[in-house]
């Protein structure tokens, strides 16, 4: 099994969340671990009972100069995806279908191999795959590697092209700063994340890659801004003429929703960003951060991937996480290539074949 190494995690509560329309109250938290390839993180959670909250990876990222494109909140993309090489291989069934992936850093040939059958794509905070699984082992399953850049630090016109050159083939897509605006993760105002952003478009124009907006989410305590709508506008308006393909986004929520359905408050999250940028959605982190049993976190898996596979503006989504012991009852692996009750679910659950509209 491996070892999931992770610091301690601060858990902070924000208030005035519910004016959002359709949006609870949330709280936040947060956590860092680096991952296996020794330079990116891995998830964190947070526990609110009906909210959204934090997360996510911590690592090194960096990036160069150039630019084009349109970068405001609002835009055309498509929802397929778009990019340079196909990251599908040989030697092994193509999942079920292309939405569905997952946020995890530890893979090893086995994990990959039990994940394989519907998870499509993955990603691990950084911008080379998980050292278990390299040099290639995903893409004989037919699993795509997406790379990240995860903050701002030594983002410069060497670093963007260092990291370019060692993005591996077949990759198609970039995801951009991770929680920008928690100061534990990539810790960037608005306005920084802007000024950087040709560093990142550098990077994807260099391997022709479609772009990944930074993923946002709700925060407390420590943050550049504790709502992620806004924060996502402040981008955009310092951002005007940047290229943004797809909005990034990381949700958690409680796991009692409204109604039959668990996953309602994760629903108002996305309506929510669907009714504010009219780009296709990557849900690149999202779990119940309340579950008090593995039945309820299973319920609540269940009903969100049943809204996300029909939702035709979730591009992608990716379960957090793998193996996680910072958000209760998440983790889908147990032993090495071994599913858990959770991970058969997730496995398991309908999806739609890749290119099959859900309009």
């Not at 949700?251 to 359905?261: F, H, L, P, R, S």
Request: hydrophobic share 40%; glycine share 12%; proline share 4%.
């Amino acid at each position: 099994m491996h070892n999931l190494r992770q610091l301690p995690v601060r858990w902070v509560f924000i208030a005035a969340i519910a004016s959002f329309a359709g949006v609870p109250a949330c709280s936040g938290s947060d956590d860092e671990a680096q991952a296996s390839s020794g330079s990116s993180g891995a998830g964190a959670g947070s526990a609110s009972s009906n909210g959204a909250a934090s997360s996510s990876g911590a690592g090194a990222g960096s990036a160069s100069s150039s630019g084009a494109a349109s970068s405001s909140g609002s835009g055309a993309a498509s929802s397929s995806g778009s990019g340079a090489a196909s990251s599908s291989g040989s030697g092994g069934p193509a999942p079920a279908g292309c939405k569905r992936g997952l946020a995890y850093g530890y893979h090893s040939k086995a994990d990959m191999d039990v994940l394989s059958p519907a998870v499509s794509w993955w990603y691990n905070w950084t911008h080379v795959p998980d050292e278990g699984v390299r040099p290639d082992h995903y893409r004989t399953l037919g699993v795509e590697y997406v790379p990240m850049v995860w903050g701002g630090g030594n983002l410069d016109s060497a670093a963007a092209g260092r990291i370019a050159s060692e993005i591996p083939e077949g990759a198609r897509f970039l995801l951009g700063f991770n929680e920008p605006n928690f100061g534990a993760q990539a810790d960037l105002s608005a306005a920084e994340a802007a000024a950087l952003w040709p560093h990142v478009e550098a990077v994807a124009d260099a391997r022709g890659l479609a772009l990944v907006s930074p993923a946002v989410n709700f925060c407390g305590g420590d943050c550049q801004e504790t709502d992620p709508f806004k924060y996502l506008h402040d981008f955009f308006a310092a951002c005007s003429g940047c290229r943004v393909d797809y909005i990034g986004i990381h949700i958690y929520t409680g796991c009692k929703g409204e109604g039959d359905n668990q996953a309602q408050w994760l629903i108002n999250h996305v309506e929510t960003y669907k009714s504010r940028f009219d780009k296709p959605l990557w849900l690149t982190e999202f779990a119940c951060d309340s579950a008090g049993s593995l039945a309820e976190q299973k319920e609540f898996l269940v009903d969100a991937l049943a809204y996300l596979e029909n939702e035709p503006r979730i591009a992608k989504y990716a379960w957090f996480s793998g193996r996680a012991d910072n958000v209760r009852h998440a983790s889908l692996l147990g032993d090495d290539g071994e599913l858990n009750e959770l991970g058969q679910a997730y496995v398991s659950a309908p999806q739609h074949a890749c290119g099959a509209s859900t309009e």
